[in-house]
């Protein structure tokens, strides 16, 4: 009896612990809530200071991992805030400006990006930042863009680049570089059987970080690039390898951009020496750098350089800017169908010694993560942009094995 007398007040203490609980939750709920009024305020007006009071045409575009509601959110506070400092959102064909704002993000912030555009002149960009918060974890399953990888070839030998020369939905034949000799591959029954092996002739000896390029050719085969030493194979069969000693740049964009550069490779190291060919505009030289990637612009190109000096550089013909972003050495640009620009591609270091590929958008020269991380077994030491600029080849060596792997990236869009 004595328990039964206590069991409504039990129930009662039950009941009021748990809708202070509910209660918690949902305050912690609505605590973490995002309060998008002051940003899309400032975005606005640094709009605004551009365009002025006036009919103008707003498109905003989620490139991050916010969910619709918050797009929504922001989406609708910005268009007040235009229309509250006279700047009126009309159709395109009313508008005096049309303004593009893309919704970014990367690991520490999200970052919007305003492209306006006002009759002929140039494109002006603004940009606002806000830190992320606890609330706002990097929605790595919710990226915009994802990025496969395509086994091509493995061997014990480091493999210093790989061409993919003939293709119909997946490689057909292969052209494997390594320091002694170009393998060529042809893919029968399922699987890689050697056609030809073409020996490296070189006199030097090779520097310790051997680096170099195979890339297929129109009128012949395939070019090599390698340290001090450039190769071509004939045209006729069988084929044959004419190595000569050179100091003749590198090409480091694809064929697929309009511009080509070249840049000079010491021949004594691993790296670029800074010259280049015709150059960037009016800059004919830069740092010294491992790596390089174009943007392509509307009205000029934008490349980022990976320095030897750890800082990722911005060239764009007039001046030359620089960022330390924690990048790896190995960075590559692409182009896909479903994304309105190109992209870059840049190795990462993960917690347990080996190597990821992440995806940005760069607008302006605020780089925003746009895929999560494609982690790898090991180290990545080669990443080159293929001759068609929509593929990269990169080229790992596995942390267990010791052995060189090298796949075919491609970018697709996850929504």
Known sequence: MGHARHRPAVRGRFVSLFLVLILALISVSGARAIDWSDPARRMAQKIVAVTGPGAVAVAVENRSSLPRKDFDAISGTLRVALESLGARPVAAELAAASVTVSLSENPQFYVWVAEIHQGTEAPAVVIVSLPRGDEARFGEESMPVSLRRTPLWAQEDRILDVAVLEEDSAPKQIAVLDAEKVAIYRQKNGKWQQEQSLAIAHVRPWPRDLRGRAIAAKDHLLDVYLPGLFCRTTTGLPLALNC????????????????????????????????????????????????????????????????????????????????????????????????????????????????????????????????????????????????????????????????????????????
Request: hydrophobic share 40%.
């Open 244 to 415: 000569r000693e050179s100091d003749d740049p590198w090409p480091l964009a694809a064929t697929a951009i309009a511009q080509p550069l070249g840049a000079f490779y010491s021949a004594s190291r691993n790296f670029f020496t800074g010259a280049l060919t015709p150059g960037v505009g009016k800059l004919t030289t830069v740092g010294k750098f491992y790596s390089a990637a174009p943007l392509p612009r509307e009205k000029y190109m934008l490349w980022l350089f990976a320095g030897v000096d750890g800082q990722l550089h911005f060239a764009d013909g007039v001046t030359d800017q620089s960022e330390k972003l924690g990048w790896g050495s190995d960075i590559a640009s692409v182009k896909t169908g479903c994304w309105p620009g190109w992209l870059v591609l840049a190795t990462g270091a993960a917690d347990n010694g080996t190597d990821n590929l992440r995806a940005y958008e760069v607008a302006d020269r605020d780089p925003a993560a746009v895929s999560a991380a494609l982690d790898f077994a090991g180290e990545i030491t080669a990443l080159w942009t293929e001759v068609k600029g929509d593929t990269a080849i990169a080229v790992v060596r596995s942390q267990e094995t010791g052995d060189y792997e090298a796949f075919r990236l491609a970018v697709g869009c996850s929504r």
